[in-house]
């Protein structure tokens, strides 16, 4: 390679190094996103519209790019502010894709550099929207989320959206609530007017109203809003689990085993009281949450531990007959019995969990492929190595948990005297954690084990997401 490439090279890539410190340690003083383009009106951090934001640069040399991924503020229908320094000169267009922060949607956008921001801080560029394919329009308006009056709330941003429903970050404006901030989930326009998608959406929102332990995010309303449905939860200040994983993955860092051990166990623990709820007049619910993925695990700024999102959970009391139509959950922990058709049970949300321990232990999906369709083969077939042949330091006793969360066979699934027998004493066909409970228990004690405390837990979790 010739010497002046080299050093162009060279230069380029502390470029990008300078450029992700930036975008990582930054504490930008967020601006009004009326007034962005002015970058002169102030409000709190934590009011200010944001999205992230992939940002390719290009040099002369063939071949050569790069990508860097910020978080952009002050997002409006007009633009946005980009914390990069130093800017790109006025007048230069890119294109740029956004996401919401559980990266659910992504959208392709050309912007203009329209002005810079010099001092410390904040540091950057001011950027308007040029251009927004027709189609994307809708989810743009969306996934920037400009505030906007909803009832009774005032809708500040939007923290995450799935098939039917969108989360948004919101403040009461009124009542003894007032000032306060909550979680707002309502169904997607597409679906306001649907009778069916309502019916599932108060479903959900009167099983997660009758749930209330400590580990599992609160519901705080229902209602309706000019014929949307929404539901008013307790909101978590803080990430998924999903967004804490990438966030060590992109620094380099392996989550600490015996830190693994305690949010799986707590995660456990909130599932199977879940499992084991009863509605009014004592029934059991027969709840079974199908969901179980680390972006449904929350991981709040003080260090505590969330599960989230019961919106397609199975309810045996209920037993809906449009339930079996539609395949609910991610692929890579669906269990092998929801590909198959077959009920769910306890021990599919056990499974799930599985794959999300394997996932914490090793910084590797447990079944992972480039098409969902090879994806199901796997999770059908259920075969993944120990933890500890991907990290070595994972203890033996984590190793034994995620196998055995993660076995293909319920114990269910042993319908003979001789297939229980079997299952016993055959390797081949030993059967999953019967309950959630189970799991939990050998948490415990493998926490026990490896000296892992909760407080621990604690402050290594707040280091993360308040880094």
């Keep these: 390679m010739d010497e002046s490439i080299k050093a162009s090279l060279s230069e380029y890539l502390a470029h990008v190094e300078r450029l992700e410190s930036i975008a990582e340690s930054i504490d930008i003083a967020p601006v009004s996103p009326i007034e962005f383009l002015d970058l002169e009106e102030r409000i709190p ?13 290009h040099m002369d040399i063939p071949g050569m790019e790069a990508t860097v991924e910020v978080e952009a503020c002050n997002v409006s229908s007009g633009g946005m502010f980009l914390p990069l320094w130093p800017p790109l000169p006025i007048g230069t267009r890119f294109d740029v894709e956004l996401a919401t922060n559980d990266i659910n949607s992504r959208v392709q956008a050309t912007v203009e550099v329209v002005r810079h921001q010099a001092g410390s801080p904040p540091l950057g560029m001011g950027v308007r929207f040029v251009e927004i394919p027709p189609a994307a329009e809708a989810l743009v308006e969306r996934l ?33 609530h007032a000032g306060q901030m909550v979680a707002i989930k309502r169904l997607l326009p597409e679906f306001v007017g649907s009778e069916l998608h309502a019916d599932l959406f108060v479903s959900e929102a009167d099983v997660s109203r009758q749930l209330n332990h ?18 008013a939860m307790q909101y978590i200040r803080g990430v998924t689990l999903g967004e804490f994983l990438r966030r060590l993955k992109r620094t380099q860092r392996a989550m600490p ?48 531990i969330y599960l989230s999102d019961f919106g397609v959970a199975h309810v045996g009391a209920l037993a809906p007959a449009c339930e079996g139509q539609v395949l609910a959950g991610k692929a890579p922990y669906l269990a092998p019995e929801q590909l198959s058709g077959d009920p769910v049970s306890p021990e599919s949300d056990v499974f799930a969990l599985g ?8 910084g590797e999906i447990a079944f992972e492929a480039e098409t969902v369709s090879e994806i199901y083969k796997k999770v059908r077939a259920a075969r993944v190595v120990s933890p500890s042949q991907i990290r070595s330091e994972v203890p033996v006793e984590l190793d034994e948990i995620t196998l055995k969360a993660l076995r293909r066979r319920r114990s269910r699934d042993a319908s003979t005297f001789f297939d229980l027998l079997n299952s016993r004493f055959s390797r081949g066909s030993e059967t999953r954690y019967e309950t959630a409970g189970a799991m939990a228990s050998d948490l415990i004690s493998a926490a026990a084990r490896l000296g892992a405390k909760r407080e621990q837990t604690r402050q290594y979790i707040r280091a993360i997401v308040n880094e």
Excluded: W
Excluded at 355 to 362: K, N, P, R, W
């Design 214 to 231: 400590r580990n599992i995010v609160r519901v705080l309303e229902i209602g309706v809003v000019k014929d949307t449905y929404y539901i």
């Design 257 to 304: 085993p015996n830190i693994a051990c305690v949010i799986a166990q707590v995660v456990a623990e909130a599932l199977d009281y879940a499992h084991r709820a009863c509605g009014v007049g004592g029934t059991c619910l027969g709840l079974v949450h199908r969901d179980i993925n680390p972006a449904n695990v929350l991981l709040s700024q003080d260090g505590e």
């Design 144 to 176: 920037l989320a400009d505030q906007e009056a909803f009832g009774n709330f005032r809708l500040e941003a939007l923290i995450g959206r799935g098939g039917m429903a969108e989360v948004y970050r919101a403040e009461v404006l009124a009542g003894e």
């Design 45 to 57: 951090r934590e009011r200010a519209p944001r999205a992230r934001i992939s940002l390719p640069l």
């Design 355 to 362: 794959a999300v321990l394997f996932e914490m232990l090793t």
